[in-house]
């Protein structure tokens, strides 16, 4: 019996150091398993941080761009206003001289408008100037209706002040004068 029993001790540290062999293989896989979700872990941590930042730092350029664009969005509108001020101011210079004539300074006042009226236009905005055409209450402003038999009813007999829209939309009714 004892020849048995040294052979199931013998079986037994067999047993056991093949468990050991197999704990220490699998503790050094579950280690190396770590390890390398500690470092998926880390390098996703570090392209969060990264994303974030770069989050930011289009968040302020685009802030930036949009504060500089409300800022100077008027910037070609000004530019080109200022050719209509400077049509005025010739247009007074040669008004107050001596040799100023009524025409000559009527003249100068339609080309200022014409350069004004061109303009305007450049950048979207239309006269509304509706001499005869049908009112209409959301281009017009009626302030006054004459009863006039010959003409045809409801139709704009006079514009008091001409009307705007920018880029289609109403920016400024024209007051008109209707017929009854």
């Known amino acids: 019996m004892t020849k048995k029993k040294e052979q199931k001790t013998q079986k037994n540290a067999s047993d056991k150091v093949n468990e050991e062999i197999s704990d220490s293989s699998k503790i050094e896989d579950?280690?190396?398993?770590?390890?390398?979700?500690?470092?998926?872990?880390?390098?996703?941590?570090?392209k969060l941080l990264r994303s974030q930042a770069e989050m930011e730092n289009l968040k302020r350029r685009t802030s930036k761009d949009l504060e500089n664009a409300h800022k100077f969005a008027l910037d070609g509108f000004v530019k080109a206003l200022l050719e209509v001020s400077d049509?005025?101011?010739?247009?007074?210079?040669?008004?107050?001289?001596?040799?100023?004539t009524l025409e000559n300074t009527v003249e100068g006042l339609e080309?200022?408008?014409?350069?004004?009226?061109?303009?305007?236009?450049?950048?979207?905005?239309?006269?509304?100037?509706?001499?005869?055409?049908?009112?209409?209450?959301d281009l017009h402003e009626a302030v006054t209706m004459i009863p006039m038999p010959d003409k045809t009813s409801n139709t704009v007999l006079e514009v008091i002040q001409t009307g705007f829209t920018l880029n289609g939309r109403l920016v400024r009714p024209a007051l008109v004068i209707v017929v009854q």
């Open 30 to 46: 579950l280690t190396s398993q770590l390890e390398e979700a500690q470092q998926s872990t880390k390098d996703n941590w570090d």
């Open 87 to 100: 049509s005025l101011s010739m247009g007074l210079k040669s008004a107050t001289d001596e040799k100023a």
């Open 111 to 137: 080309l200022t408008n014409k350069v004004f009226s061109s303009t305007l236009e450049k950048f979207g905005v239309e006269t509304v100037n509706p001499v005869g055409e049908k009112f209409n209450p």
